[in-house]
C-alpha cells in the first residue's frame, strides 16, 4: 500500500521537491549547503504551515551533505532545520529498537509458552515432538 502521508507520492511518478534538489545538483554543491522549501496548498493559496521532510528526503538530504535546511512557513517566517539534527534524533532509530524489542518480547512469550508446555507434558509423561 503506497504511502500518503505526503500525498501519495509513493504511487505516482513524481518526486519530492527536495529530491528533485538533490538529483539535479552536482554533488560537490551539496555539500554543506543550504536547502530551500515553500509548499504552497493548492486550494487556498496559503503556505504550508507544518511542511516536513518526510524519512525518505530526510535521508537523501543526510546523504547529499545539506547542512540545514529553510523552510518557509508565511511569506515572511522561515524555520530553519540544522540537519545533523536529524542525525543525532534519529526516529528511525527509535522505531527500529522499538519493533526489535517486539519482537524480543513475542520471543520470550513464545519460549515461555513453549516451556510451560514441556513441563506440563513432562509432568503428565507425554511424548514431546520438537
Given amino acids: 500500500m503506497p504511502e500518503t502521508r505526503h500525498g501519495g507520492y509513493d504511487a505516482c511518478r ?3 521537491a527536495e529530491q528533485n534538489a538533490i538529483i539535479s545538483a552536482p554533488r560537490k554543491d551539496m555539500i554543506n549547503s543550504e536547502l ?3 509548499g504552497i496548498r493548492k486550494d487556498t493559496g ?4 507544518d ?24 511569506k515572511d517566517e522561515y524555520k530553519i532545520i540544522n540537519v545533523e539534527d536529524w542525525v543525532k534524533n534519529d526516529d528511525l532509530l527509535e522505531r527500529k529498537n522499538y519493533i526489535l524489542n517486539l519482537g524480543k ?7 515461555n509458552s513453549c ?3 514441556k513441563t506440563k507434558c513432562a509432568e503428565n509423561q507425554h511424548s514431546l515432538i520438537t
Fill in 14 to 16: 513524481s518526486v519530492h
Fill in 115 to 117: 516451556n510451560s508446555w
Fill in 46 to 49: 496559503e503556505y504550508e504551515k
Fill in 51 to 74: 511542511s516536513d521532510s518526510c524519512q525518505q528526503c530526510k535521508k537523501m538530504i543526510i546523504n547529499a551533505g545539506i547542512q540545514r535546511v529553510i523552510v518557509r512557513t508565511q
Fill in 36 to 38: 530551500y522549501l515553500a
Fill in 105 to 111: 518480547e513475542a520471543k520470550n512469550a513464545k519460549a
